[in-house]
Structure formats: structure tokens, C-alpha cells
């Protein structure tokens, strides 16, 4: 199955606040949207629309594939290690010990230490970790640089390059500048209500 | 993938995993045991009549302490989202939740409601039927606790809300479970278990709704 992501005419309202209106776009295999924007735009809200986490006020979202997401919400134990805590989420996507890709993230030597001891940065790489084993065609990124390093942020963007290059689609809300070569970019602020 | 949930779960709900509220339910429940005579005074018969309501008592109460961490953590970790993203729907968490928050709550207690049957002096038969009404009427309390913690977990102070809102939700329960205790009549566990039935077979439901509310608020 081709993996497929479209947005047509997305309005977002939060509270009695519209946050955007008017949106629409669509994704090919190998395609990348940059959102980007300020603070409190909405990028978070379109993101969990685009997950269907989130019901839009109007509009409509078509997937095809399954979606993966990373935020700031870890979904990780905190009081496990970190090795065990991945470890539930690779049993629940079918892999047995499986741990092909942490030494990309560099997560190994963290496997022992409790989910609550790590930094941001950390934090962030244990969630594509996750992202890694799951596999799911589309790829929805809210803020995946925030707090790393420059070397890991080289990861992460190597990482969705050779995602797309397999014929997937990432998404990645983000309001620093991410090198996604040949990427949509869509200026949240362009559609503000 | 339920069995990988539900291993989680039970993992996080029994004493000593970092979810549940440890042994703590089970000290409060019997400390009302022990500390009721002393309220009422040595009066053998006395507490030989009345001590069957008051394990009913410390037993719903005891049940609310679990419910602070029974839902909220996972729903502010995302852990529901990622689920969800992964084609488990919130009924099904919540079906696991429930399962694991009974195995880590109920067993225990009717063991410990057999040292506290014998600190209230509480006849072989009275403790058999405060057992039986037990064992039929914690699944209805588990299912009462779980539905209210997922309608509470994204509140501020929904802990506190959670245990008001337990207890009136939780009288059908008390009202025939500890009832069998006055009238030797099996009618009343019967009912107790009905009633119980009906809650497990809603809760899920509730909570999984409750869940996807948080979400959009």
C-alpha cells in the first residue's frame, strides 16, 4: 500500500480561538511538509489533527498507512529504565529484542538508566527510538529538534531523509529551520484566522 | 497486543510497581478494623453484629485510594495517543486497565479482610458472607473507581473529585452486598454480583469516552 496524507480546507479552533483556516495539502510517497510558525500557532493542534487525535473544526484529513507520532508527551515510564521501557513498545509493535537502529540515537549506553533521569535531548532520541521500531509509513514530527545537539540533529535529519528515500512521508512541525530537501513548507501564519 | 497491555498494566498496579498505590489501600483497610473497637468499646456482641458493615466500609473506601494514578499518568504521558496510533482503541486500554486494577486491589483485600474478621470477632459464617459479598462486589467498586478516574484524570484536583464521586456511585453496591450480612439469603450476593457485571460490562465504554474527551479539551 502507498503511503498517502491529505488535508483538504483544515480549519483547528481551540477553546473560542480559530487557530487556522483554509489549509489544505497533500502528500506523495517520498514527500516532507515543513510546518512552520510561532509559539501557539497551532502547529501542535495540526499535527494531532493530522494524527486523528485531534477532530478538526471543518475540513477533512485522508490517511493511507499507518501514522507515527513523537511530541512532547514521552508515553514512557519514567520509573522504568530506559532499555525496559522501549521494550514494552517494541513488544506492542511485534519486535523481540529487537534494537536495530539505537545505535544511530545513540541510545544504548542509556538502556539501564530510569526514564526519569533523562535529559531533553535524550528524551527526544529514546522517542524516535520508538518511531525507529515501529516503522509506520507516515511520519508526524512536532518540535523533534528541541533540545538536541547539533550532531544529533544531524540524525534526525538524516533519518527522515532515508525514511522518505524508502518511500514514506514525514511531517515536521517545527519552528526552527530543519534541512528537508525539496520539502512543502507551510507558514501556519499565512492562514491564521 | 491486549496480553502486552495488560502485563504493563499489572505490572504498574501491584504493589511495589510505581502506578498503583502499593500496599497502602490494604493498611488503611485494616487500621479501620483495628481502630473500631476502640471507637465502640469491648462489647463483644456488639462488634460481632456491626463488624461485617465496617469492613464494607474501610473495603470502598480502601478502593478509592488506588484511582489518583489509576488513569491520570498515562493520559498526561500519552501513552492512550500512542495506543490509539497504534489501532488499540481506549475501550480495549481501559478493558486491560480495568482487569489489572482489580487483580492488584481485590485479592489482596479478602486476605486482609480475614485478619480483620478476627479483630472485630466476626463469626466463621459472618466472614464467609462478608468474603463472598466481596469477592462479588469489587469488580463493581474497580469499574465505579476506573470509570470516575478517567472522568477525572485531566481535571486539577481530580483525586479528590474521584473519591466523592465513587461513593455515591458505589451504594447499590454497599446497600446489597453488606445487606447479605442481615438477612441470610444468597438473593442479596446474587444481586451484588449483577450489579457488578453490569458495571465492568459499562466502564470500559465510560472510560474509553472519557479518555477521548480529555483529549479534545
Redesign the interface.
Known amino acids: 500500500m502507498q503511503a498517502r496524507l491529505a488535508a483538504t480546507d483544515l480549519a483547528c479552533r481551540r477553546g473560542d480561538r480559530l487557530l487556522f483556516r483554509g489549509l489544505s495539502f497533500a502528500c506523495a510517497p517520498g514527500d516532507a511538509v515543513h510546518i512552520a510558525g510561532a509559539n501557539g500557532i497551532g502547529k501542535s493542534s495540526l499535527i494531532r489533527i493530522l494524527a486523528g487525535l485531534l477532530r478538526p473544526f471543518s475540513g477533512e484529513v485522508v490517511r493511507a498507512g499507518k501514522i507515527g507520532l513523537t511530541d512532547e508527551r514521552l508515553a514512557l515510564d519514567e520509573n522504568l529504565p530506559l532499555g525496559k521501557a522501549l521494550a514494552f513498545w517494541e513488544r506492542l509493535d511485534g519486535l523481540r529484542n529487537a534494537r536495530p537502529r539505537d545505535d544511530v540515537l545513540q541510545l544504548n549506553a542509556l538502556r539501564d538508566v530510569p526514564v526519569r533521569f533523562l535529559s531533553t535531548g535524550q528524551r527526544k532520541r529514546a522517542a524516535l527510538a520508538r518511531l525507529l521500531n515501529a516503522a509506520p509509513p507516515i511520519w508526524l514530527l512536532d518540535e523533534p529538534l528541541n533540545g538536541l545537539d547539533e550532531q544529533a540533529r544531524k540524525t534526525v535529519e538524516k533519518l527522515v531523509a532515508e525514511h522518505r528515500a524508502g518511500g514514506a512521508i514525514a511531517v515536521v512541525a517545527s519552528h526552527q529551520p530543519v534541512v528537508l530537501p525539496g520539502a512543502q513548507i507551510i507558514d501556519l501564519a499565512e492562514y491564521a484566522a | 497486543?491486549i496480553a502486552?497491555?495488560l502485563r504493563?498494566d499489572l505490572g504498574?498496579l501491584l504493589p511495589g510497581g510505581?502506578?498503583g498505590a502499593g500496599v497502602l489501600p490494604l493498611l488503611f483497610f485494616l487500621a479501620v478494623a483495628m481502630l473500631y473497637p476502640f471507637a465502640v468499646g469491648p462489647d463483644a456482641q456488639l462488634l460481632a453484629r456491626t463488624g461485617g458493615g465496617v469492613i464494607w466500609v474501610a473495603a470502598l473506601l480502601a478502593a478509592i485510594l488506588p484511582l489518583e494514578k489509576l488513569v491520570a499518568d498515562?493520559l498526561?504521558?500519552?501513552?492512550f495517543?500512542?495506543?490509539?496510533?497504534?489501532?488499540m482503541s481506549e475501550e480495549w486500554a481501559m478493558a486491560s486497565r480495568l482487569l489489572a486494577h482489580w487483580l492488584a486491589f481485590a485479592p489482596l483485600l479478602l486476605l486482609a479482610t480475614l485478619p480483620a474478621a478476627a479483630l472485630l470477632g466476626l463469626s466463621g459464617e459472618t466472614t464467609r458472607t462478608v468474603l463472598l459479598g466481596l469477592l462479588a462486589g469489587t469488580p463493581g467498586l474497580a469499574a465505579v473507581g476506573l470509570s470516575v478516574a478517567a472522568l477525572t484524570a485531566s481535571l486539577r484536583g481530580g483525586a479528590a473529585l474521584a473519591g466523592l464521586m465513587v461513593i455515591p456511585l458505589a451504594v447499590p453496591i454497599l446497600i446489597f452486598g453488606a445487606g447479605a450480612l442481615a438477612r441470610p439469603d444468597p438473593g442479596a450476593l446474587l444481586l451484588t454480583g449483577a450489579i457488578s457485571l453490569g458495571l465492568c460490562a459499562v466502564a470500559p465504554f465510560a472510560a474509553g469516552a472519557a479518555i477521548r474527551a480529555a483529549?479534545?479539551g
Do not use: H, N, S, W
Open positions: 497486543m502486552t497491555l504493563r504498574r510505581p502506578g498515562d498526561e504521558a500519552g501513552v495517543d500512542q495506543l490509539y496510533l497504534r489501532g483529549r479534545e
